[in-house]
C-alpha cells in the first residue's frame, strides 16, 4: 500500500485548491449536497480504476450535478442502511463510554464499566469500518444496492485483505485526526475543503485495496459504467 501516494493523490490535479474549494461549497447544501459529493467520489473511483493513478483524477463540475446525484444515491442508501443496523451496536458501547459513573450506584463500577466501554470503542469502530467498507464500494461500482450487500462477496473481500483493511483504517483515522483540526482552524468553513481531502485520499487508498483483492484472486466488482471519456480531466 502506497499510503503517501494517497496523501499527495488530492494534489496530482493542477486545479486540486479550486476542486477542494468547490466540493467543499457543495458539501454545504443541505442534504443534497453529500450526496452528490458521493457520486463525485464514484466517478473519482472508476476514473482511477480504469485509467491508473497516473491520469490524476476527473475535477468536481457543477454542470454535471445532475449525474453525480444520480450516481450518489446509491452509495448514499447503502451508508444509511449500515448506519441504521450498526449504529445501536455503537451505542451501546459508547454510552456506557460516557454515562458508564451514572448508570450504577457503585462508582468504582462505573468507573471500571466506563473505562472498558471507552477500550472496547476502538477496536469496534475498526471492524465496522472494515466491513462498510467492501459494502460501499460495491454500492459505488455496481450502482446497486442489493448488489452492495452481497455477503459472501463482501466476506471473500474481508478474508482476502484483512490486515490492510485494518493498517488503511487506522491510517485514515490518523490522518483525520490531524486533518480536521486545520480545517477548524480555517475559519471552521475549512473543515469541508478538508473533509474533500480526506475522502479523496480515503478514494485512492479503496482503489489501491480493491487492486490488492484482485491480485489476490478476488472477483472483479461489475462497474456500471458511463464511457470514462465522460470523466474528463481538466
Not at 37 to 44: A, F, Q, T
Not at 79 to 91: F, I, R, S, T
Not at 149 to 169: E, G, H, I, P, W
Request: glycine share 6%; hydrophobic share 55%.
Amino acid at each position: 500500500m502506497k499510503y503517501m501516494d494517497a496523501v499527495k493523490f488530492p494534489m496530482s490535479n493542477p486545479k486540486w485548491l479550486v476542486n477542494l474549494l468547490l466540493t467543499g461549497l457543495c458539501m454545504l447544501i443541505p442534504v443534497v449536497g453529500p450526496i452528490v459529493v458521493l457520486g463525485y467520489g464514484v466517478e473519482v473511483k472508476i476514473f482511477v480504476i480504469q485509467n491508473g493513478y497516473a491520469a490524476s483524477y476527473p475535477l468536481f463540475d457543477f454542470a454535471r450535478f445532475s449525474q453525480y446525484l444520480v450516481k450518489g444515491i446509491w452509495p448514499f442508501l447503502v451508508a444509511l442502511v449500515l448506519n441504521l443496523v450498526l449504529m445501536p451496536c455503537m451505542m451501546c458501547v459508547y454510552l456506557p463510554a460516557i454515562l458508564g459513573p451514572h448508570m450504577t450506584n457503585d462508582p468504582s463500577l462505573g468507573i471500571l464499566l466506563s473505562c472498558g466501554s471507552a477500550v472496547l470503542l476502538v477496536p469496534l469502530s475498526l471492524l465496522l469500518a472494515i466491513v462498510a467498507m467492501p459494502i460501499m464500494l460495491r454500492a459505488s461500482l455496481m450502482q446497486d444496492f442489493a448488489g452492495a450487500f452481497n455477503f459472501a462477496a463482501v466476506k471473500d473481500f474481508v478474508s482476502r485483505t484483512f490486515m490492510t483493511l485494518v493498517v488503511t483504517q487506522l491510517f485514515i483515522m490518523l490522518f483525520g485526526l490531524i486533518l480536521t483540526p486545520i480545517g477548524l482552524c480555517l475559519c471552521f468553513v475549512g473543515i469541508y475543503p478538508a473533509m474533500t481531502y480526506l475522502m479523496l485520499v480515503n478514494w485512492h487508498l479503496w482503489t489501491q485495496i480493491y487492486e490488492q483483492y484482485l491480485s489476490r484472486g478476488g472477483q472483479p466488482i461489475p462497474i456500471k459504467n458511463t464511457a470514462p471519456s465522460a470523466f474528463p480531466v481538466q
